[in-house]
């Protein structure tokens, strides 16, 4: 029996797109194209989420590796990248329903520590019967220990709980640590209709 869900961030509840601040702050499309490589797709992205580095420290890093005339715009991008973090359609609505329902409703995301910044102006913490980010714990989704890790933090048994993410190596790694699981397209019904909330 399910009783709590458990939910990842980046789109799922908020619209994480690079896309978005490439267009905002990049002139060109070879701009875009070196700064998506070396920034949202380079080895720092992913020590950010881990908490091996800070935010902060992303730019001085990367611009080893991207050309002086595009630094202006990597470190706008590496600065303000969370401009993206929007809430998706119906996400609150969605978040407020579970818990109206009577499940408990927690938060496992592979984030930076921007993300106590950004998340907070989507709904506060204290909403979530729990929050955890990896870079708190220096370790990454989907590694089958973070799933182990949270559900010992917490106290909560595996199969009890359905995690919901939108990458299918995600939702892999939450099944072989015993969770019921859903790889999210978009549709927040679906979830509600396995959880036999739908009305």
Known sequence: MIKNIVLDMGNVLLDYNPGYVLNAFCSSDEEKEVIMKELFNGPEWKLGDRGDIKDKDRFDQVKKRVPEKYHAALKNCADNWDICMT?????KEFCGRIKESGYKIFILSNASDLFYVYFPKFLPLD???GVFVSSDYHMLKPDVE??????DRYGLK????????????NVSG????GMNTFCFKGDYEEIFRICHLSE
């Open 127 to 129: 909403f979530f019967d």
């Open 174 to 177: 939450a099944g072989k640590a």
């Open 87 to 91: 809430p998706l359609d119906g996400a």
């Open 158 to 169: 595996a199969e009890e709980c359905l995690f919901i993410d939108d990458r299918d190596d």
């Open 146 to 151: 973070i799933y182990e890790v949270f559900l």
